[in-house]
Nanobody, 121 residues
């Protein structure tokens, strides 16, 4: 099993910044990719940003392109989400996802428990 633990959420004023972290632990064999998703109250969960583990290629949702940055630390099996110029509409529970594969069997997705980000004055 792979466990994910997120941290770094909180309350921030509009225009402020936060940095989220997500550390993967447990029986890790090969991480293919990791990413961030978010779910606002009354809405479905949506993709925010993702990063390929080997090449480091990144992709972003249109809504966050240019003011969120995803990065990784391979040695620590950790990803980060630097969120700048936060807006009230960024308020959501942010969850970390890892696509992981053992030597045998298909790749699987694992999820963290989520961290609350609230943007409000």
């Amino acid at each position: 099993q792979v466990q994910l633990v997120e941290s770094g959420g909180g309350l921030v004023q509009p225009g402020g910044s936060l940095r989220l972290s997500c550390a993967a632990s447990g029986s890790i064999f090969r991480i293919n990719a990791m990413g961030w998703y978010r779910q606002a109250p009354g809405k479905e969960r949506e993709f925010v940003a993702g990063i390929n583990w080997r090449g480091g290629n990144t992709n972003y949702a249109d809504a966050v392109e240019g003011h969120f940055t995803i990065s990784r630390d391979n040695a620590k099996n950790t990803i980060y989400l630097q969120m700048n110029n936060l807006k009230p509409e960024d308020t959501a529970v942010y969850s970390c996802n890892v696509n992981h594969k053992y030597a045998l069997g298909p790749a699987r997705n694992y999820w963290g428990q989520g961290t609350q980000v609230t943007v409000s004055s």
